[in-house]
Nanobody
Framework: VQLQASGGGLVQAGGSLRLTCAASGRTNSNYAMGWFRQAPGKEREFVAVISRSSGITYYADSVKGRFTISRDNAKNTVYLQMSSLKPEDTAVYFC?????????????????WGQGTLVTVSS
C-alpha cells in the first residue's frame, strides 16, 4: 500500500488543521491506520491510531481531547483533525499502516509509511 499525507501548513496557536492520508494499492480497510510526528531534533512519536473497524481509536496523552482520527474506507482515506494547536505540536506528521486484526490499535509495528507533511504552529 502507498500512502500520501497532505494538509500541513502554518497555523497560529489555538487554530485548527485537518491532515489527510490517501492510500492506494491494497485497500486500507485491511490495515489499522496511524499518525506519527517528528519534531526537529526529536525522535518520531506516536500520535493516534484507528482500528480497521473504525470503531476503536487511541491517542497519545499529549493530543487527547484536541485531535481526532477518522477514516473513510470507501475513499481509502484517513484524517487527523487537529484543534487547539500548540507550538509544541510543530512537527512533520506521517501516516502509516499496520496489518492487524479487526479491532487492534497498535502504536508500533507499522509496515507502510507515507511521506510527511509539515505542520508549523506559531505562538
Amino acid at each position: 500500500v502507498q500512502l500520501q499525507a497532505s494538509g500541513g501548513g502554518l497555523v497560529q496557536a489555538g487554530g485548527s488543521l485537518r491532515l489527510t492520508c490517501a492510500a492506494s494499492g491494497r485497500t486500507n480497510s485491511n490495515y489499522a491506520m496511524g499518525w506519527f510526528r517528528q519534531a526537529p531534533g526529536k525522535e518520531r512519536e506516536f500520535v493516534a491510531v484507528i482500528s480497521r473497524s473504525s470503531g476503536i481509536t487511541y491517542y497519545a496523552d499529549s493530543v487527547k481531547g484536541r485531535f481526532t482520527i477518522s477514516r473513510d474506507n470507501a475513499k481509502n482515506t484517513v484524517y487527523l483533525q487537529m484543534s487547539s494547536l500548540k507550538p509544541e505540536d510543530t512537527a512533520v506528521y506521517f501516516c502509516a499502516a499496520a496489518s492487524t486484526r479487526w479491532t487492534e490499535v497498535p502504536t508500533t509495528g507499522y509496515s507502510y509509511w507515507g511521506q510527511g507533511t509539515l505542520v508549523t504552529v506559531s505562538s
